[in-house]
């Protein structure tokens, strides 16, 4: 067979080697047949037999996620176990079953088109990813029904005849990719899929290779083909020769070797060769995941994004946490910190993340009623919220960060909000930190634009650089119609941060990054030699920033920087990053 390559989107890092494992949709190997009325009701229970088994499996995989798992899995796999609850899901096919005599496979094939033929009609982000989430949750269901579901092959060595083996796949399903955590998989290759992807997020957690969005890959790759995935390039290499694999291995010990190196690093504080300090901190979504934060050396907890708390909740009716079930989450995540700072981002639901998944559609939900908008709508949710982080901040150190505020009012309501959760603590004798230091995220243009109003009143800054690409670009991250238009270094997203971090140090309170650019290895030198000192980024990514840091001279990065904030040619913009990467710094002389 000759070899050929296939491009798509890296999301990971890594190259790994191995043969195809194909994925074949269960959908694409249901039978279509008609039953007699006698046989409604056995066919009626075999469905809901399967659905009532996922629903056991999901929950099953759920309890079992271990400490250091991807910390989306838990949202995602309970947002499949409500849609497998769902009535549109669990019972709909079974009304087909007892009026059309249809078998329970293509009973539920047919129910699954009709709702995705629905979401075709809608432009919403979030819905078009439910669509994702319906089918998926559906496969599962299908592969009981048809007996293609199966235990996946144990880890093997990677001889010639036992080769590790990669996925190959349309698409995958969070729980399927939690199944893949033990078992021989290396690597991920979908058709479909973007950097924020189910597979693009788990994989960068378990730093495992994958390229995404191929289009056709799990068509033209036959099963057992030899495949080399280089997920830095996102290439995938099908049918590659002896010698292109003899000289992948060689690059995969090297990559190993300095895995191994930067791991060492974990007690080492981020300092540059001339001397300046740099604060790496973790994001985290459960209060578990600061495990994984201490683990990693983190130096605090930079996005401790509570809204994952209230999420997953749905159903006739909304119930959200309690105060008590609140304090008790940020509480274990601020002890298990053992001192180190803990930033508690306030309630962010609306747009991608609604509360309850029934709400009427939006036409256009990224700029209407989310994060602090919503809170100040609820002050009731939002006092219960912040005596929650308030009652947490009696056990270490405690910032609370307010998420999309643009308005002197919305700075204003909002401290006016933290008062009276004070003023009700103490009345209630309950013990707090009365000094905790309250934030701002800039992710929206006319904040960066106005930080006057922000360093007056707030004690530091977090720059959510994934919203504030998004506002000031008008690019939906999510459509991939517009995707290749999402640059992270477009001149006046460089020229906003400039301008946050300049703001920050004149009025001397800290200026952290939380978005993804803080975790974007061609961007560390450029931010800190700008001036950030604080960023924060998933856990697994935090040794390889570390080093990068350790090999930097600010000082001797300035000259680069100003070039780059002077520029607005984009190719220009990038060969200067790509010299300040490559730049090797004399300290001969200090």
């Not at 639901?349 to 009623?369: F, Q, S, T, W, Y």
């Not at 920087?561 to 300040?580: A, S």
Request: charged share 20%; with cysteine.
């Amino acid at each position: 067979m000759a070899s050929f390559t296939l491009q798509g989107i890296p999301v990971s890092r890594g190259i790994t080697i191995g043969r195809a494992h194909l994925l074949r949709p269960a959908a694409m190997d249901v039978r279509h047949y008609l039953i007699g009325q006698e046989q409604v009701e056995d066919e009626v229970s075999r469905l809901s037999q399967a659905i009532a088994q996922v629903q056991l499996d999901l929950q099953s995989i759920w309890s079992d996620l271990p400490t250091d798992a991807p910390t989306e899995l838990g949202a995602f796999l309970d947002v499949h176990a409500l849609i497998l609850s769902d009535p549109m899901l669990s019972e709909a096919p079974l009304d087909i079953i007892r009026t059309r005599h249809y078998n329970a496979e293509w009973a539920l094939v047919t129910q699954v088109d009709a709702l995705s033929a629905q979401f075709d009609e809608i432009e919403d982000d979030y819905l078009r990813e439910r669509k994702a989430d319906i089918q998926q949750v559906a496969e599962r269901v299908l592969k009981l029904l048809t007996g293609t579901a199966h235990d996946l092959p144990r880890a093997v060595g990677v001889d010639e005849r036992n080769a590790n083996m990669i996925v190959v796949a349309k698409d995958i399903s969070p729980a399927d990719m939690m199944q893949f955590r033990d078992a021989a998989f290396t690597g991920f290759v979908t058709d479909e899929g973007g950097t924020n992807s189910h597979t693009a997020i788990v994989s960068r957690s378990l730093g495992i290779p994958a390229v995404v969005g191929l289009g056709n890959a799990s068509e033209l790759i036959k099963q057992d083909d030899w495949l080399i995935i280089d997920s830095d390039a996102g290439v995938v290499i099908v049918a590659p020769s002896p010698l292109l694999i003899a000289q992948y291995r060689d690059q995969q010990a090297i990559l190993l070797k300095a895995k191994k190196k930067l791991s060492k690093l974990k007690k080492t504080r981020a300092i540059t060769l001339d001397g300046v300090e740099v604060s790496l901190l973790a994001n985290i979504e459960l209060p578990e995941d600061a495990h994984a934060a201490m683990e990693a050396g983190a130096s605090g907890v930079g996005l401790f994004r509570s809204e994952f708390l209230f999420m997953g909740r749905t159903g006739a009716e909304v119930v959200l946490p309690s105060e008590e079930e609140q304090f008790l989450a940020y509480r274990q995540a601020v002890q298990t910190m053992k001192g180190k700072p803990v930033t508690i981002r306030t309630l962010d639901v609306g747009a991608d993340k609604p509360l309850d998944h029934h709400e009427h559609h939006i036409l256009n939900p990224a700029l209407g009623l989310r994060a602090i908008r919503y809170c100040l709508k609820e002050p009731q949710i939002f006092l219960t919220q912040l005596r929650a982080i308030l009652r947490a901040s009696a056990f270490g150190t405690v910032h609370i960060l307010i998420p999309m505020i643009a308005h002197a009012f919305e700075i204003d309501q909002s401290l006016a909000m933290l008062e009276q959760a004070k003023h009700s603590l103490r009345a209630d004798g309950i013990e707090f930190d009365d000094e905790v230091k309250v934030g701002a995220m800039i992710e929206i243009p006319a904040a960066a634009l106005s930080l006057p109003m922000f360093v007056k009143k707030l004690d530091f800054l977090s720059i959510g650089t994934n919203d504030l690409i998004q506002y000031t670009l008008s690019i939906d991250r999510a459509d991939h119609e517009v995707a290749h238009l999402y640059n992270d270094t477009h001149p006046a997203i460089l020229q906003l941060l400039d301008m946050t971090v300049s703001a920050g140090t004149k009025a001397n309170i800290p200026v952290a990054i939380c978005g993804g650019m803080a975790g974007d290895l061609k961007l560390t030198r450029l931010l800190v030699a700008m001036g950030f000192r604080e960023l924060s980024m998933p856990a697994a990514l935090l040794p390889e920033i570390k080093q990068e840091i350790l090999n930097t001279h600010v000082g001797q990065l300035q000259s680069g920087v100003k070039k780059v904030l002077k520029t607005y040619d984009p190719r220009l913009i990038q060969e200067l990053l790509q010299t300040m990467r490559s730049q090797v710094f004399d300290v001969s002389s200090q």
